[in-house]
């Protein structure tokens, strides 16, 4: 067999220089490879010892021999070495899997706010047009007197809740608001469907309360009362929602390949369902330790600020940690031949 040995070199190092790309990411602590960039690995793998069996006929090149036998041998030991699990470390979890796998699927996020704003406008529509509805539009007991009534009750109250009553309020609200969450992110398996009915339903409870008390030129006091919490709380069903339709794409098509991509989407889903329930634990504490204080013990404007603040922080810390980590063009120096 006779080849161009610089022409054939010239064809194959991009090849070389992606697989010990993906090597050296896959070294690195604390990243994982995709399915899919586990599979092109191999890929490379198996070609780069096609590649080697044929330039070993030529004595001329012992440093590219040399080369391709240690990026082969890496690659022998990424592919079949067994390694020890990492120990789990909550932090770089939190701060660095949980948002890029919030950021990987910024589609399913914009459908999730699709149908929750969609909700929320047919919910404010139907209280403002049909006023009669606010019992269906708003099934909870202290939101059926008029905002007026509520606020005036709210700044009177003599005897505010005791640390005792606070703390069991919380321990409802994290887990009351954790399953509604797991159970929107967990009806993807509906194909996305049962996901959708959530949002809306929410969107339409949130928009029905919105307009009432707008109307009700209580403005200030919906602001300093949903702001703290529903800061953190509104992003994580939008979130499950993101994770519930995660799921549902990855099982929409019947094919061949559907249980590989609901492999490929499950660490996501988890990541991402994860990261809600930990937001919900601090959405849970700032609602029943702070956002049922009203005036005039803690200003409105005050409580508005701190979930604006809030709310801002959480998205530039999903948008800027959740940022791909970038792979080298080309090897390091002393890897190439």
């Not at 202290?142 to 606020?151: C, I, K």
């Not at 008390?213 to 209580?218: H, N, R």
């Not at 005039?296 to 940690?321: C, N, T």
């Amino acid at each position: 067999m006779i080849i161009d040995v610089d022409k054939y070199v010239a064809r194959c190092q991009p090849q070389w220089d992606e697989l010990s790309a993906l090597l050296e990411r896959r070294n690195r602590p604390g990243e994982r490879l995709s399915v899919a960039e586990a599979e092109r690995l191999y890929a490379l793998y198996v070609q780069a010892s096609a590649d080697l069996s044929r330039l070993r006929t030529f004595a001329a090149v012992p440093e590219l021999t040399r080369y391709l036998e240690g990026l082969i041998s890496r690659s022998y030991l990424a592919i079949y070495q067994q390694r020890s699990r990492p120990a789990f470390a909550p932090w770089d979890w939190f701060s660095r899997s949980f948002p890029r796998a919030v950021r990987r699927h910024v589609p399913a996020l914009a459908l999730a706010l699709l149908f929750f704003v969609s909700g929320a406008v047919l919910g404010a529509g139907l209280l403002l047009l049909l006023p009669a509805s606010k019992p269906v539009l708003i099934p909870f007991q202290h939101l059926r007197r008029t905002p007026s009534e509520r606020v005036q009750y709210e700044e009177s109250r003599e005897q505010p809740a005791t640390l005792s009553q606070e703390s069991i309020f919380a321990s409802y609200l994290m887990t009351h608001n954790t399953r509604v969450c797991v159970l929107s992110a967990a009806l993807g398996m509906t194909f996305g469907i049962g996901t959708a009915i959530i949002l809306l339903s929410n969107g339409v409870l949130l928009g029905a309360v919105c307009a009432d008390y707008l109307a009700a030129g209580e403005g200030a006091f919906l602001a300093g009362w949903l702001l703290p919490h529903g800061s953190v709380e509104i992003p994580c069903i939008l979130l499950a929602g993101q994770a519930g339709f995660i799921l549902g794409a990855a099982l929409l098509r019947r094919d061949s390949r559907r249980r590989r991509r609901l492999r490929a989407a499950l660490p996501d889903f988890l990541h991402i369902a994860g990261g809600c329930a930990v937001l919900l634990i601090w959405a849970g504490l700032v609602e029943a330790f702070f956002s049922q204080h009203h005036e005039p013990a803690l200003p409105y404007a005050v409580k508005s600020l701190f979930g604006l603040a809030q709310l801002l922080f959480l998205a530039v810390f999903l948008w800027l940690r959740g940022a791909p980590a970038q792979l080298p063009n080309k090897a390091a120096g002393g890897d190439g031949p």
